[in-house]
């Protein structure tokens, strides 16, 4: 883990101490890149009620290729202060050489761990063409790193590519960044 994660858990640790009822989560805008080649991505926000006050997301994906090996993800946990956005939480993994499910990287375990319970969007490789669905995706307010964040306006991007020759760059496959609230309960 280096230092910049050390540094964000610790903060994240601070401000839990005395805001563990942030636990609403609205996602105010979701945008999303992908790469034609690879893959057509459409995302829908489903916003709650004044009781219901957190966000459900849709996201249908169709794969175009197999993509057999060497899939990078990067995942990005930002918190806005002042009016820039300024990472706590970040991290990048070849999805085919690490099993996500065992990591010891918690933005790695949340995303896996959520993302199965809605639908066939698999973070396994190889990626296979087809058609992916997630219906209704929730963020668990139970998740640590969801009761330990405070209040306030949060970024999270999730960045996949495909570094289909080792010397080569990687290319970018889709990218999704999710601008969200955590609102304390009243």
């Known amino acids: 883990m280096t230092n910049q994660n050390h540094f964000g858990s610790f903060v994240l640790l601070l401000f839990s101490l005395t805001l563990l009822d942030a636990t609403d989560i609205l996602i105010r805008e979701v ?3 992908s790469n034609a080649d690879y893959v057509k991505v459409f995302i829908k926000i489903h916003n709650g009620t004044d009781k219901v006050r957190s966000s459900a997301v849709d996201i ?3 794969v175009f290729q197999d993509v057999p090996d060497n899939v ?3 995942l990005d946990l930002a918190s806005k202060m002042g009016n820039e956005y300024r990472t706590l939480l970040s991290s990048t993994v070849d999805m ?3 099993n996500v499910s065992k990591s ?5 375990r949340l995303l896996v761990s ?3 319970k809605y639908g066939n969007l698999t973070v396994d490789c190889p990626l296979h063409s087809g058609n992916y669905v997630v219906r209704n995706f929730r963020i668990n307010r139970e998740n640590l790193l969801i009761k330990m964040a405070p209040p306030g306006q949060y970024r999270v991007g999730i960045d996949v590519k495909h570094k289909k020759v080792p010397s080569n760059p990687a290319i970018p496959i889709f990218d999704i960044e999710f601008y969200a609230d955590l609102i304390a309960n009243k």
């Open 31 to 33: 945008g999303c890149n």
């Open 60 to 62: 249908d994906a169709t």
């Open 72 to 74: 990078l993800v990067s």
């Open 96 to 98: 085919c050489s690490l």
């Open 104 to 108: 010891n990287d918690p933005l790695m």
């Open 114 to 116: 959520e993302m199965n």
